[in-house]
């Protein structure tokens, strides 16, 4: 039973213009959100997360935003580039549930020039 | 510099054949566990520790033990390795059991035949 998904196996884009991943979650328990970034040959490494008591955080060009009535989280990367192209997982938590990250299945990003 | 380092970064053995997969990090985090990564189902929890000594299964267990007798190090061990074991495995570890960013190794991609 996939808990997060990431429907969404692959996306391309055209370098400049944003690049939105998508992320749906079914266990109302989960309290916290994070996505990673994974290149080729590389551990996933942290982007950026947000509290399920927000609806919105910002870093630079990567903006988190989520809908918790819907249980839907979402990525917005902009303006994309090229080196932008890798893999997003989407992850989710439950506080005092040991750390454990519920991942989904990823999506692959392409940003081309 | 702070980093989770695995080793093997790869590894191909046969059915039955005993290996230890290691990993260590260099930034005294309490929390560390092993996760894999298999296509269309993104990274999944095999075994965490919380701390030395404490350990416990994740959500994918069977066919692995892990042991934590030095905080830095937590090696992944799988007694009778069987082909669908074949994955990518990532090493991770964050500050506590209530730090939800978690820091990855470069992984170790592992083939059973």
């Known amino acids: 039973d996939q808990q997060v998904k990431q429907n969404s196996p692959s996306l391309s884009v055209q370098e400049g213009r944003i690049s939105i991943l998508n992320c749906d979650y079914t266990?109302?328990?989960?309290?916290?959100f994070l996505w990673y970034k994974k290149y080729p040959a590389e551990g996933p490494t942290f982007l950026i997360s947000?509290?399920?008591?927000?609806d919105k955080n910002e870093d630079g060009r990567f903006t988190v935003f989520l809908n918790k009535s819907a249980k839907h989280l979402s990525l917005h990367i902009v303006p994309s580039q090229p080196g932008d192209s890798a893999v997003y997982f989407c992850?989710?938590?439950?506080?005092?549930?040991?750390?454990?990250?519920?991942f989904g299945q990823g999506t692959e990003l392409s940003v081309k020039p | 510099e702070a980093q989770v380092t695995q080793n093997p970064r790869y590894l191909i053995t046969v059915t039955g054949k005993k290996l230890t997969v290691t990993c260590s990090q260099n930034?005294?985090?309490?929390?560390m566990s092993w996760y894999r990564q298999d296509p269309g189902l993104g990274l999944r929890q095999i075994y965490y520790?919380?701390?030395?000594?404490?350990?416990d299964k994740g959500d994918v267990p069977e066919g692995y033990k892990v042991s934590r007798k030095e905080k830095r190090n937590f090696p992944l061990i799988l007694e009778s390795p069987s082909p669908n074991q074949t994955s990518l495995y990532f090493c991770?570890?964050?500050?506590?059991?209530?730090?939800?960013?978690?820091?990855f190794g470069p992984g170790t991609r592992l083939t059973v035949t």
């Open positions: 991770a570890s964050s500050l506590t059991r209530n730090s939800y960013e978690q820091y």
């Open positions: 266990n109302s328990m989960f309290d916290y």
């Open positions: 947000i509290s399920s008591i927000k």
């Open positions: 992850a989710a938590s439950v506080y005092n549930q040991g750390g454990k990250l519920i």
């Open positions: 930034m005294n985090h309490e929390y």
């Open positions: 520790s919380m701390n030395v000594e404490v350990t």
